[in-house]
């Protein structure tokens, strides 16, 4: 085979960036990818409608990077968010901006954005073949080229690693850059579920499994130290919670030592003495009715048989017997409803790859290794995760970016 200027491992977000960028540097690119189909997380991303960046202004981007933020500000000032946007447009995807400056693509459609940029790799001249990369050629302290399963071997000026993380192996990203860093000299931070799902003690969670709450905010503690507070949207599910809220607030769970409580105020609009007054309001209005009717207009349906419950009130109690106790009390519930956290979903399961390759010895400016000379790193395969809300693919456009540039 041909000796290429660069091979890059991995057809995702990063590694496409990458390699369409070099191409049009005159860069003679082969992107290698196991899949047929390329950058298969990408097309699934955002529940199938991908959230391609975040309109923050980069000083809250980098606020909105849980690890190693730092590294990235040559990265997310070289390649913007703005940047992002205008490229996306120019391969004719429209944008939206919603919620919390979330940017979709206008037609909802994750495989418009996956299409497009694999078109855009292509168009700029990067060749690409489908193929699982075994190992890298490495000697004195340089890369030469990659090796692959089926026995061929590539050889390049520079290889990028941008096989992803660990999470949904099934996308193929099954952490194989990992090893290939480790044979360059490279330390691995031990990798980590990061934006997943949370698993509680309380079993009532399966009771209301599907129930979906817009406006509450959530706070994480462990013993009594707030680690993690939001406002948005979560979901109750079989064996605990998810939603955007609760993935976010999973970055902060580091270890499973200690104990872990997700509180939820589910009236967060109010103040504990408005809702009060609300609560009076209601039982005002449902007088003669059981406790347990009156309080249809305060919660989702499938939500009042488990505050009832909790409530320690009678269900049958009318609501004019209701001493002003347990009504306080209710409210109390309402604002600081306790959920006890076991820990978190396998890492098979999360959105997002906490840990990789450590960030010291990867030059933060051009994304080459400083261990090996021709070495470089792009996306999810780095130790650098953020929050939800289109953070982690800014971090792949970003790199994929500046590797493309330095490849
Ligand atoms: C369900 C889900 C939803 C998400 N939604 C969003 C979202 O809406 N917004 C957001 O910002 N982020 C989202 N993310 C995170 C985002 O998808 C990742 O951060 C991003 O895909 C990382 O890009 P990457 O190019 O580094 O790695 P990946 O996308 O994981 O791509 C790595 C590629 O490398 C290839 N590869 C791996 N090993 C080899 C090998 N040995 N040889 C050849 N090829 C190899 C893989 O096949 C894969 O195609 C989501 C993640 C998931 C799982």
Not at 319 to 347: D, F, H, M, W
């Amino acid at each position: 085979m041909d000796k290429f200027d660069a091979v890059i491992i991995g057809g995702g977000p990063a590694g496409l960036m990458a390699a369409a960028v070099a191409a049009q540097r005159g860069r003679n690119v082969l992107l290698i990818d196991k899949n047929r189909l390329l950058a298969k997380k990408l097309r699934i991303t955002g529940k199938g409608r991908c959230n391609i960046t975040n309109a923050a202004d980069i000083p809250d981007l980098i606020l909105n990077v849980v690890t190693n933020s730092s590294f990235l500000y040559s990265a997310f000032y070289t390649f913007t968010n703005e940047n992002t946007i205008r490229l996306f447009n120019s391969l004719g995807v429209e944008t939206k901006v919603e919620r919390g400056g979330r940017v979709f693509p206008q037609s909802d459609s994750a495989k418009e954005v996956a299409d497009s940029l694999v078109s855009y790799a292509k168009k700029s001249g990067a060749a690409i073949i489908s193929g699982c990369a075994k190992d890298i050629l490495i000697s004195d302290g340089k890369v030469f080229g990659v090796a692959l399963s089926s026995g061929e071997e590539i050889y390049a000026e520079s290889v990028l690693i941008a096989t992803g993380g660990v999470s949904y192996p099934l996308t193929g990203s099954t952490g194989d850059g990992y090893k290939f860093a480790e044979k360059a000299g490279h330390k691995i931070i031990p990798p980590k579920p990061s934006l997943v799902p949370l698993n509680t003690k309380e079993a009532w969670v399966k009771d209301v499994m599907g129930l979906s709450l817009k406006n509450v905010e959530i706070t994480l503690k462990k013993e009594n130290k707030v680690l993690y507070k939001d406002f948005g949207e979560m979901l109750f599910t079989h064996f605990g919670v998810s939603g955007p809220v609760v993935l976010s607030s999973s970055a902060h769970i580091k270890n499973t030592d200690g104990e872990f409580t997700l509180i939820i105020d589910l009236k967060p609009a109010l103040t504990f003495e408005q809702l009060d007054r609300r609560i009076q309001r209601d039982f005002q209005k449902f007088i003669n009715k059981n406790f347990s009717n009156a309080l249809v207009e305060l919660l989702p349906k499938k939500l009042i048989p488990v505050i009832v419950e909790l409530s320690g009130i009678s269900p049958e109690l009318k609501v004019n017997q209701i001493s002003k106790e347990q009504r306080k009390s209710l409210a109390y519930l309402l604002k600081n409803l306790p959920l006890s956290i076991t820990g978190a979903r396998p890492i098979e399961e999360a959105i997002i790859t906490s840990g990789g390759v450590c960030v010291k010895e990867i030059n933060p400016s051009t994304m080459e290794s400083r261990l090996a000379k021709g070495l470089f790193f792009a996306g999810e395969v780095i130790d650098c995760d953020a929050y939800t809300g289109g953070y982690n693919l800014q971090i792949a456009f970003s790199t994929g970016y500046l590797a493309g540039e330095n490849i």
